[in-house]
Every structure is written in C-alpha cells, then in structure tokens.
DNA sequence: CATAAAAACGGAATTGACTCAATTTTAGAA
DNA sequence: TTCTAAAATTGAGTCAATTCCGTTTTTATG
C-alpha cells in the first residue's frame, strides 16, 4: 500500500496545520493567507486544498484538538465528582471553560462557531456537532453519576436536564467571545445563578 | 432639510431589501450576488455598500424585520397567558418557532447567526444581540407575570430563570436550523420535555 | 529495472465581495 | 433662475479564497 507517500501525507498535515496554527495565533483567524500558510508550511495553495476543503477546515482541525482535551480532563470530574450537586456541576464547566482559552482565542472561537452553523455539513461542521454532543454526554454522565450516588434524585430526566446545562452553558459561552471585554468569572458566576434553579429542583 | 433626497433613499432601500430577499429566497444568501441584487434593485453596486456596509448587513435587515414580528407576536401570549406554567412557556416558545420559519429558510437563519458571531461589532451583530436580548426580556416578562398571578413561585430568580429558558431554546433553535431534515414538531417536543425539569422546580 | 496507472502537487486563472476616485444629483442661497 | 457645496451614485479595480488542470512523484506490475 503505501509507506513514503503515508508518511509524506501525514508530514504536510502536520506542517499544515503548524503553520496555520501559529499564523492563526499570531494575525488572527481572518488575517491569515492561506498564501501565507502554504509558503510557511512549504507546499503550494493547490495542496492546502487537497487536504482540507477550505480554510474553516483547517481551523476545525485545530479547534477538536482542543476540545478533545477537554473532554479528557472531565473525565476526571466525572469519576470523581465534588459531594455537592452545585459545586459538580461548577468544576465540570469549569474545566471546560477554562481550557477554552488556552490555546484558541476568542475570534478563533468566533469563526469557529460560525462556520459550523454555516456549513452545518463540511467536515468540520459535523465534527463541531459532534463535539457537542460528546460535551453533552459527558454532563449526562456527571449526572448519571450523581444519581447512583445519591446526590440527585433518581426520577430526574437525566438526558434532558444535560441537554438543558450544556444549551446553557454553550449560550452563554458563545455571547462570552462575541464580547472581546467579558472576563471568564463573570461567565462562570452567570451560569452558576442559572444553575441555581436547576440545583435547588433536582437535589436529593 | 429633504423631501426628494429621503424619498429616494427611502426607495432604494426598499428596492434593495426586496431583491435581496427575493433572491435570497430563491437561490439562497451564498450564491445572491451583490451583482445580481444591485441590478434587481436597479442601483450600482457601490449603492449598495453605501446603504448596508457588507453583505449580512442586508440580510441582518430581514432577519431584524422578522425578528420583530415575532416580538409583537409574543407580547399577547405574556399580556394573556395560559392557565399553567407548562402551557405559558410553550405557547410562548411556541410562537417563536412556528414564526421563525415564516419569511426566512433555514439556510438564512445559518448564515444570520454565523455573521452575528462572526461579526459581533457589525451593527447586524449588535442588533442580533439586541434582538435574543428583547426576547430573553420577553420570556423573564412572562415569568414575572406568572409570578403575579401565583402560578410561579415568588421566591424563584426570574431573570436566572429567563436566560436559562431562553438559552436552551436559541441553542436547540440553532441545532434545529443545521440539520435540514429537523420538523418543527420535534423541536418543539424535545424543549418541552427540558422545560418539564423548570416547571417542576417552580410552579408555585 | 522499465513503465503505466494513480495520486498528489503547483500555481495560474477564476470568482465574488468590497473599495475608491471620478462623476452626477440635490438643496438651497443669492 | 443660476450657482455652489454637500451628498450620493457609479463601476472599474483590488484582494483573497477557491478551482482547475497540466506536470511531477509514487506505487504497482511485468
């Protein structure tokens, strides 16, 4: 099958998504040439386009990079979470929160979330939705988890109450990087008061 | 001051807004050219940028248009609403959604919220804001008018409570837009099923 | 080792949103 | 009515993403 040509492949994608990464960084998201990305990662603007179908791509390779992480570090919380419903739920979205910012800034979290409403089936677009859910899951879990122990009450909807905290938290995440001035506090302090509510009903 | 000069600047934007949606209607917002709207509208292209500073901005006029219908739409069911916090929300929500679909495609809605996320300074992405804004008012008005009539607990945050229900159902409105195949009916059944965990916590 | 098919590359050409300097139109003062 | 400054229009030109297709490289085969 394929050994130079293999290795070549996956060589120029990670040059590619290098040099993309860095420009992404460096200039910003709309900034950046695709001109520039192909002298940085020396190949040609034909062959970006041959590994990813346009420049949102290769933005999306970066972003699920980054989330995938995230994910990671909850699965932490969610074998082990804080004997307190609120406080649960807090760590978990603060985990992901947090990381957000580590290495996606937010207009890169901007025209993320823009091209996978825009091209809800590019790609990258599917991959965001996937991601999604996978962060919805994984707060379904958390609360699965709580229910086994006793923290939350065993005739919750547990699907829809994960759904109703990521919808939230996502909301509140999307208007927290259209705003360049909103600090990561205020967002967590905002959606603790809105999950309040939710506490307070689903506690055992 | 001006008689002429308004009519005809009230006009052109008249004629402008016409062609665009029309067009974006029949081909979609991508492939509209500006070209082929300016034409349409009998003015230049360069008319156009001097009436809308780029491409959403026009559609951003539709959207807003239609944004506000929904508004007015809503008022009735918060001066008004049904006998049960279940049925209050629903209806409410319920005139969100049934209208949003009346001038717009999905495709439009896509495009109006990537270009608000994407452009969040641009004044369609202020006014986009402004507008989830004036409908989170809305749902926190209902709230407190329930919380008047004794249906909804006093003690209960009503603004936490508003955003909590509003954000679920923009993020699920938003899932709802992507996928070309999603019914209404079905969007509708799954937030009533989230909301069923809030009315549960609040009712009085 | 030669060779033909397949895969990938390169970069010039295309496309469409947006800009800008020149021109035309309007308001209203003389 | 005539004239002038301000406001608005125009469309050719610019810029950057994306496409296209001829050339080069890699692989598989005899």
């Not at 979205?93 to 089936?121: F, N, V």
């Amino acid at each position: 099958m394929s050994g130079l040509r293999a290795r070549q492949k996956a060589d120029r994608h990670r040059r590619i998504i290098e040099a993309a990464a860095a420009l992404f960084r460096d200039t910003g998201y709309e900034a950046a040439k695709i001109e520039t990305i192909a002298a940085q990662a020396e190949v040609s603007v034909g062959t970006i386009y041959n590994y990813y179908q346009n420049k949102g791509d290769i933005l999306g390779a970066i972003v699920s990079m980054e989330v995938n992480e995230v994910l990671n570090a909850g699965r932490g919380v969610v074998a082990n979470p804080p004997a307190n419903v609120g406080d649960a739920l807090d760590t978990l979205l603060g985990i992901y929160i947090e990381h957000s910012l580590h290495y996606l800034s937010k207009e890169m979290w901007r025209q993320a979330m823009a091209i996978s409403t825009q091209l809800p089936d590019s790609p990258f677009g599917q991959a965001y939705t996937a991601l999604d859910r996978a962060l919805t899951e994984q707060i379904r879990a958390l609360i699965a988890r709580l229910q086994a122990i006793g923290l939350v009450r065993r005739d919750i909807d547990g699907q829809a109450l994960g759904e109703l905290v990521f919808n939230n938290m996502n909301m509140m995440f999307i208007e927290f990087v259209k705003r360049d001035g909103a600090r990561i506090a205020e967002l967590r302090a905002a959606i603790r008061r809105q999950n309040r509510i939710l506490v307070a009903a689903i506690a055992a």
